[in-house]
């Protein structure tokens, strides 16, 4: 009798996590068709990219040396956090001190999240840190790694604003993370990496009183309010590739494709061919700042290219090392992806009672 309980419970569990896979893939699917044309036209037309220009308002600000625990570093959490205002999204901070190969340094984590009572987020994020390197004739800049992701996200955040007001599901809202050092100082020591996402992974693991835990669910941990985190690293080089990384979210990196394809025939990007690898999922460990997140089961779409930008870790990853119509480009299908995730087209908002179904 025990045994067939135990039989008719791994039944269950397995049929759960089949209708939980299945809800992901629809939900994925439907993505691709959330949108009408005009409604992505629209979003397109909400470009501005001389923001997204070396010397432009999103990312000329990144465009300096920022190692953790340096002043430049400091310069930089001051923009993010002088977005955050200005945008009027809720700011959290996470800030701490380790001990590392280059002695006690001082790290922060900038969160920013648009409806803080919204229970479920979408998260984007990337690092604002640039590596160390000892001083040598010409600064390490790391354009692509990651002034451009974090001066995309601003974009997005900006660009999507006022449509995220208007968005027809409450219950899911998008939160932007800036990790601090994600690099290593020195990279011979298996710890010596993703510092800020360590800690604080670590830390919304706990359930806590933080003040953007929504009131209505206040026994989750802030891990427990992520939907699906979507990790953006060295963008900005020519002919990126963007593989498929892990199996959970694969439906969501094919929504991604299925998106770039709209955009592609409606004549919205600059390109003819997918930045998608959608015909074989990669193989193989990149370690990142998703990886404290994957180990605590919280679904991840990690988009970095692989292979990495020829510039990657050398002084070349400058402004120079930019291609303006692939950053452009991605801007325009990042909005597009987060605006069909939450539903964001300028019509009514029904009421709570019409809110479909989600997969928590
Ligand atoms: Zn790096």
Known sequence: ????????????????????????????????????????????????????????????????????????????????????????????????????????????????????????????????????????PADFIGATDSAVPCALLFDLAFSLDHYLDQFTDPYTTVQLIFFDGEEAFVGADPNDFI??????????????????????????????????????????????????????????????????SRLIKLFLVSRHKSYFKTDRQFVGGIIDDHVPFVQRNIPVLHLIPHPFPKVWHTTKDDADALDHLVIHDFSILMRVFVASYLKAHPTPAPSISKMSPRLR
Not at 69 to 89: A, P, S
Not at 108 to 131: E, G, Y
Not at 211 to 235: F, R
């Open 195 to 260: 510092w800020g996402s360590k800690h604080l992974a670590a830390y919304w693991e706990r359930p806590t009183l933080f003040p953007a835990t929504p009131s209505a669910v206040p026994y989750k941990t802030p891990l427990e309010h992520i939907d699906l985190m979507v990790l953006l690293d060295l963008i900005g080089a020519p002919a990126p590739i963007f593989n498929d990384y892990f199996a959970n979210t694969s439906d969501y990196f094919h929504a991604l494709a299925g998106l770039e």
């Open 1 to 136: 009798m025990r045994r067939f309980t135990t039989l008719c419970s791994s039944l269950l569990a397995l049929l759960q996590l089949l209708l939980v896979l299945h809800l992901v893939a629809q939900v994925a699917a439907d993505l691709i068709t959330a949108l009408t044309d005009q409604e992505i036209e629209e979003l397109a037309l909400l470009s501005k990219p001389e923001r997204l220009e070396p010397d432009g308002e999103f990312l000329a600000p990144f465009l300096v040396k920022r190692v953790p625990g340096t002043e430049g570093n400091r310069q930089v959490q001051k923009f993010i956090l002088e977005q955050g205002k200005k945008l009027g999204w809720f700011i959290e901070t996470d800030s701490f001190t380790q001990d590392t190969p280059m002695g006690s340094i001082d790290f922060t984590n900038i969160i920013l999240t648009k409806h803080p009572q919204a229970p479920a987020r979408l998260v984007l994020a990337a690092h604002f840190d640039s590596k160390y390197f000892a001083p040598g």
